[in-house]
Structures are given as structure tokens and as C-alpha cells.
């Protein structure tokens, strides 16, 4: 099961140079050596500052979702969670990261790896939507 740690964002991010162009995941393209545009990647992760948190990742029953561990999840705690959102929930007071399915009155938490066993939501369990997954961000070095 994927579990996770909750983070707080801490302070403002100065704006980091944007290429003007797209970098090709295919054939190579030509590289455009202007930056037209800055990005903050507060702004562009996060919508409502006083109700994201940051979520580290543990574990890899979401890794078909491109959920992975140590990754960090964007959590937005004001959004109403649908069907087959990514949320961040409690369950029998232990967070996991999952898919919301609900269909004819039930509800379970669906695992993106077939190793693990959905998580069917019965009078016996006690379920939170913590939040919803809005974004996520991965190192590679």
C-alpha cells in the first residue's frame, strides 16, 4: 500500500526561466535559446495556497498512475473528490494515496498496481478524503 507524509509548503518561490519552445520527446528538434517567459512553480502547482499541502510518497501501489516512491504529491484540501480523482485519504486513521471509484452507492479506493487488493469502503471502515492530487513532482538526481 502507498502511504504518504504530509508537507506544508514553507515561503514563495522566485520565478525560474521558462523556454519559449517545447523540448521533443521524439526525433530531436531545434533547441530555442530564447526564455521568453518565467515560471513559478508555486503558481503553476499550487491554486490555493491555504489549503495545499505537499504529500511524500511511500510505497508503489500507484506506480500505473506514475505515482512513485518518494515522489511529492500536490494535495488541494478544497476540492470536492469525483470519481476516479487521485486522493489522498484516511483510512482507519492511516493515510494512502488512491483512486476514488464510486458506482451504484459504493465507494472503494482503487490500487494502480494489480499486486494490490482494492480497498472496499464498508460500515466496518472509517474513510476521510484527506484531498485531491492536483500535481506532483519527481527528482532524478
Same mark, same amino acid.
Given at each position: 500500500m502507498s502511504k504518504v507524509s504530509i508537507l506544508?509548503?514553507?515561503?514563495?518561490?522566485?520565478?525560474?526561466?521558462? &523556454?519559449?519552445?517545447?523540448?521533443? #520527446?521524439? &526525433?530531436?528538434?531545434?533547441?530555442?535559446?530564447?526564455? /521568453? /517567459?518565467?515560471?513559478? %512553480?508555486?503558481? %503553476?502547482?499550487?491554486?490555493?495556497? #491555504?489549503?495545499? &499541502? &505537499? #504529500?511524500k510518497v511511500d510505497g508503489d501501489s500507484m506506480i500505473n498512475a506514475g505515482i512513485y516512491q518518494n515522489d511529492i504529491l500536490v494535495v488541494d484540501r478544497s476540492l470536492h473528490a469525483k470519481d476516479k480523482d487521485i486522493v489522498v485519504a484516511l483510512v482507519d486513521n492511516e493515510f494512502t494515496v488512491k483512486r476514488l471509484r464510486q458506482r451504484a452507492g459504493k465507494v472503494w479506493l482503487q490500487a494502480e498496481n494489480s499486486a494490490y487488493k482494492d480497498i472496499i469502503i464498508s460500515g466496518e471502515s472509517e474513510l476521510i478524503i484527506w484531498g485531491v492530487v492536483t500535481g506532483m513532482t519527481r527528482t532524478f538526481r
Open positions: 506544508q509548503p514553507q515561503g514563495n518561490y522566485s520565478s525560474i526561466p521558462l &523556454f519559449s519552445g517545447k523540448v521533443s #520527446a521524439g &526525433f530531436p528538434g531545434v533547441v530555442d535559446e530564447h526564455m /521568453e /517567459e518565467r515560471l513559478s %512553480l508555486d503558481q %503553476l502547482l499550487i491554486k490555493h495556497p #491555504a489549503t495545499t &499541502f &505537499f #504529500a
